[in-house]
């Protein structure tokens, strides 16, 4: 056979050397898809900016269940946390069953931090021992529940308030942490993602920076490994010394990101009551008039083009994510 000169045979073996192995082929085919935001997956487009407006504490008093009642019908609330334990729960719960529409979910509470509105576990005082006081009432701090009480015990506290706001016939859309008891500690932070899986329902969650100057910073990728959603973003504290509530809420809301951000308040009309058991009763009843009559508020967000959801939107997002097409409140 004639052999061929080695100058013509040196472009064949490069071709040879350069092609890919099959198996080459394949890692090459192999590209990761892009994450697909938030707000995609609940139908915006990823510019756009969506707000969410829950109202915590109701339950606590009639002058907060007044206030979200009308703030969620007439104003830009667009979701509330009950106090299930609150001495107001069953007015709530009346008006959750009333009317089904409304997006309400549990506001849970291992504390009890005024003077003179108190409230006790909802779980038998033999299941959670270390979860009140020697009046019988839940402890008035964060650190006092993690001295004397375990993991185990706000489990079964946070899940007895949830059965019975269930109970009740409230459909439950959302979890949050009264005070952050269940955000503040990372074994305690367990039992908020244990019970977000087992009921299957949506968590607040501080912004990842915020987590992470806490050190949390693993927090939200062990929720999306569980399926568990939670909107991108947090406005929590950053008030400035001497700044009116008015002048916070205005500033904070004018250049909100894209995605999905929550926004929470403590809206309460003004009266007698608010003033007797809480120093921040002029602070309660402004965010009240703020997210419900405020036109400059309503402005902010109108020139912004803001979107605004309830919790309800993502609770259903998730349990279709998630292959679970039960009922809420079924479990």
């Known amino acids: 056979m004639k052999k061929l000169p080695l100058l013509l045979l040196l472009p064949v073996l490069t071709l040879l050397l350069a092609a890919p192995t099959p198996q080459a082929r394949t890692r090459a085919r192999v590209v ?29 008093s009639h002058a907060a269940n007044t206030a979200v009642m009308d703030a969620m019908q007439t104003g830009l609330a667009t979701c509330a946390t009950i106090i299930v334990p609150g001495p107001w729960f069953p007015e709530i719960a009346s008006y959750a069953r009333k009317h089904p529409q409304a997006d309400f979910g549990v506001h849970l509470a291992h504390t009890s931090e005024w003077a003179t509105l108190k409230w006790s576990p909802v779980a038998s005082r033999s299941e959670v021992p270390g979860l009140f006081d020697p009046q019988g009432y839940l402890w008035p701090d964060i650190m006092s529940v993690y001295k004397n009480s375990t993991p185990e015990q706000a489990y079964i506290e946070a899940r007895a308030q949830i059965k019975k706001a269930q109970a009740a016939g409230i459909d439950v859309t959302h979890l949050d942490s009264h005070m952050g008891t269940l955000q503040y500690n990372e074994a305690y932070f367990q039992v908020y993602r244990r019970l977000a899986k087992e009921f299957d329902l949506p968590l607040r969650m501080g912004s990842q920076e915020l987590l992470a100057a806490q050190g949390g910073g693993q927090q939200r990728g062990q929720l999306d490994e569980d399926g568990i959603i939670y909107p991108d973003y947090l406005i929590h504290g950053g008030r400035k010394p001497g700044e009116s509530m008015s002048d916070y809420w205005k500033r904070m809301l004018s250049d909100l990101k894209p995605g999905v951000t929550e926004a929470y308040i403590h809206a309460s009309a003004a009266g007698d009551e608010l003033s007797a058991f809480t120093n921040t009763a002029g602070d309660r009843a402004e965010e009240y008039r703020l997210f419900t009559r405020d036109p400059e508020i309503r402005r902010i967000l109108d020139a912004q083009n803001v979107k605004r959801v309830g919790y309800r939107a993502l609770r259903d997002l998730q349990r279709k994510a998630r292959g679970n097409g039960r009922s809420a409140g079924t479990k």
Not at 34 to 41: K, N, T
Not at 43 to 49: I, L, S, Y
């Open 32 to 60: 990761k898809a892009p994450r697909v935001s938030l707000a995609e997956r609940l139908g915006f487009k990823a510019t756009d900016k969506i707000l969410i407006v829950n109202v915590d504490d109701i339950g606590n």
